[in-house]
C-alpha cells in the first residue's frame, strides 16, 4: 500500500476532564512511534508511555490508518499527538536471496513517515524567506537589528531602533556582560559607566521576537 501525504500531528485539543480517547490519523507500527504532549500556560510536558497514558491502534493501519490516545486530560489542559519515530533504518535485504516484499514496503513507508515527521516540526520554525529576509510572522515582528554607537566618555543611554528581547553588545571587540555592564529597557540601552571616547567603538546586535540566546 502507498502512504499518504499526512501531517503526522493531531490537535491540539483542548481537555475537559471527561474525555479520555484522543483521535489521531496518521500510520503508526507501534505506539512507541508516538509522542502526546500537554501544555498548561504555554508550558509543555511531554508524558510517558503506559505511565500516563495508553494507546489503541486500529487493526489495518493501511485502510484505516491511526487510532487513539486514552488519557483524562483536565479541563484546560491542551493535548497534541505527534510522529516520534526513531531515524534509523533497521531492514537488512539480503544479497542474491528471497526477501519479504512487505518488509521493503514497511521500510518505504517508514521513510516517508520520517520525512513527515520531519516536515511537521520545520513547519513551527521560523524561516527566513529564500532570498535571507526574516519574516513578519502574525503581529509579531521578528528582527535582528546591528548598529554601532560611538562612546564619549559621559553618554550612558543610548536608543536602539527596535525594543529587543536580546541584546549582544561589544565595546572595541569585547562582549558585555547583561544587568553588570548594561541593562535594556524598551528601546534604550543603558550603560552602568560611559564607554570611552571612540567612533563606532559601541556594537549592538539587538533582536526582536522569540528567540534562544546563543
Known sequence: MTTPSTQRKAGPYTGDGVQSAWPFDFKVFAATD???????????????????YTVTINTNQETSPGGSVVYVAASGVELVITGDMGYSQDYD???GGNFNPTALENQLDRTTMQIQQLAEQVSRSIKSSISGQLP???????????????????????????????????????RQTPGVDYTVAGDVLTFTSAPPVGTGNIFVEATSGVVVPV
Open 34 to 52: 508516538l509522542k502526546v504532549t500537554t501544555a498548561v500556560g504555554g508550558v509543555d510536558t511531554t508524558l510517558a508511555l503506559d505511565t500516563d
Open 136 to 174: 513578519i510572522i502574525a503581529d509579531y515582528p521578528f528582527a535582528i537589528v546591528q548598529v554601532a554607537f560611538s562612546g564619549d566618555d559621559s553618554t550612558t543611554d543610548f536608543t536602539l531602533e527596535i525594543e529587543p528581547v536580546f541584546c549582544k553588545v561589544y565595546i572595541h571587540g569585547v
Open 93 to 95: 535485504i539480503p544479497g
